[in-house]
């Protein structure tokens, strides 16, 4: 039930095509998703400074920097996580429609949390690129020590070991971080991204 005492202004914004035209992108949404360890925040990061050098401004929202802030309260239960990724959506469609290129680095192990972010942002604005790599890989990278102490019973509901990761059925976009190097994934998406924006 919607409160009667809240009056959304929305309508009365200026329309984000207008903003876009003078950032002269398209505001998007790209939502890099995948396993702890495969290579999230890594690509979100090279395309954020590849933009920059480019003169297009665009915004990281990575797990962990939400987590130590806005999302601090949230745990990793089921329950938590769909209102994690809720809040990240909503967050990322106020910047999107402002015009702005956004870089989502987040887990996202369940189709429905992914379908939920699309809704929320609007199917226009969301790019979904799945960030490919094994569990047996990302634990042998153990780029935060997670899957060491994960093994050891410190990380309840891990993703991958204690809680299930759904790859996708019919996902837009693959960067395979497992077969890849880092410079031909980082090319792949940043055209990717750049083919994506362009008004």
Not at 3 to 30: M, Y
Not at 149 to 172: C, I, M, N, R
Not at 177 to 193: G, H, T
Request: with cysteine; aromatic share 8%; charged share 30%.
């Amino acid at each position: 039930m919607k409160n009667k005492n809240i009056h959304p202004i929305s309508d009365r914004l200026i329309a984000q095509t207008e903003k876009e035209k003078l950032l002269g992108s398209k505001g998007t949404v790209f939502w890099l998703y995948g396993l702890s360890g495969s290579g999230k925040s890594t690509m979100a990061l090279k395309m954020e400074k590849r933009l920059h050098e480019k003169g297009i401004h665009s915004v990281v929202l990575d797990g962990d920097n939400l987590r130590s802030g806005l999302n601090q309260d949230l745990s990793f239960s089921e329950k938590d996580r769909r209102e994690n990724i809720r809040r990240v959506s909503e967050v990322a469609k106020i910047f999107s429609a402002n015009g702005l290129i956004v870089f989502v680095s987040l887990i996202t192990p369940l189709r429905e949390f992914r379908q939920s972010a699309r809704t929320i942002i609007g199917d226009h604005y969301f790019q979904e690129v799945f960030v490919k790599a094994s569990f047996n890989t990302c634990q042998e990278r153990d780029v935060k020590g997670l899957y060491a102490k994960a093994s050891d019973g410190l990380v309840p509901s891990f993703t991958g070991q204690g809680s299930d990761f759904e790859e996708p059925v019919d996902q837009q976009f693959i960067i395979d971080s497992e077969k890849e190097s880092e410079d031909i994934s980082s090319e792949k998406l940043f055209q990717f991204v750049l083919d994506s924006i362009s008004l």
